[in-house]
C-alpha cells in the first residue's frame, strides 16, 4: 500500500476513509488540530483551527473553518453522517509559540 | 505606508545598513540580498515563505516585533548547525548555551534595528517604531510561520507585506546562509 500526504491547510477541515491517505500539518504552533478516527468505519478526520470563536468576525462567512465554533461541529457532524458516531479524539497545538507578542 | 516601490526603495537602505552593521558586529563578511516585496494573505505564509524555507525541517529562528509608526515582525531561519557555527566563530569556542542565544539575540536585535533606521530614511514618519526585545528559539519553520499567520488573524490583518533576504555570512571554515523575513501588515 503506498501512503500519500495529505496537508490540512489552516482553517481546513478533512474527512477522509482513504487507507492510504495520511492527513499531516506541517507544524502547528499556536494553532488548534483535532485529530479524529473512527475505528469501525475507518473515517479519520482533522481539522487545522486558527481562532476561538467566530462571533463578531465577518470573515466566518468566507473562511468558516479557521473558527473553533464552527470547525469542531462540522467535523463531528460530518462523520456522523458518515457512520462514525462518537470517534476517538486528540487534540494538540495551542502552544505559546510568540509569547513576547502577546 | 506607502507603496511597494516605497517599501523596496526602503529596504535598500536597509539592506546596506543591516550589511554594515554585521559586517562590523560579526567581523565576517555579510551580504543581505532583498527579494521584492510581496503582497499576501495573512493565512498563506506558510506556501509563500515555504519557498526559502523547509517548512518542516527544525530550523534557530530569531523573532522580533516591531511596534510603533511601523508595525511588523521580523523572523530570521538560521539552520542549527549554521546557528552554531556562528555563535562557535563569535565566541571563539564558548559553548554556553545562554551565550550562544545572547549572540543570535543581538543578531536579530541589529538587524531590526537597521532595518528600521533604512526604512526611517525612506519613509518620513513622525513617531517612532520600537523593537520587542528577540525571541530566539528552536522549532519547525512552518509552526513559527503557522503561529505568525493566526497572530495576524486574530488581529484582523488579512494582507501582509512579506519581504525575504537571503544572508550571506563568510566564516574562515564556510560559507554560512540564512534567511530574514520581514512581515508588515497592510
Known sequence: ?102 | MGTTRTLEEALKFAQLECETALTEFLGADVEFHPVEWIECQADELLSVVGQFVGVEEVYRAIVVGVYGDLQGYLVMFFRIKDAEELTTYMLDGESDPEVQESVLAEIGNLTTARLLMGFSKAIQTNGEAMPTPPQTQVDFSGSLLQSLSALFLSQGQMKVFHSVWKLKVQLPKGLINGTAHFFLPV
Not at chain 1, 55 to 78: C, H
Not at chain 1, 80 to 85: D, H, M
Request: charged fraction near 20%; aromatic fraction near 6%; glycine fraction near 8%.
Open chain 1, 1 to 102: 500500500m503506498a501512503l500519500r500526504e495529505r496537508m490540512v491547510n489552516l482553517g481546513e477541515v478533512v474527512v477522509t476513509d482513504d487507507p492510504e491517505v495520511v492527513l499531516t500539518v506541517p507544524g502547528i504552533g499556536s494553532c488548534i488540530v483535532v485529530c479524529v478516527f473512527h475505528s469501525r468505519t475507518r473515517l479519520a478526520g482533522m481539522a487545522h483551527i486558527v481562532l476561538p470563536s467566530s462571533q463578531g468576525r465577518k470573515e466566518a462567512s468566507t473562511k468558516p473553518f479557521w473558527f473553533a465554533d464552527i470547525a469542531v461541529p462540522y467535523l463531528i457532524e460530518n462523520m456522523r453522517n458518515k457512520g462514525a458516531i462518537r470517534p476517538n479524539c486528540a487534540i494538540v497545538g495551542g502552544a505559546n509559540v510568540l509569547n513576547f507578542l502577546l
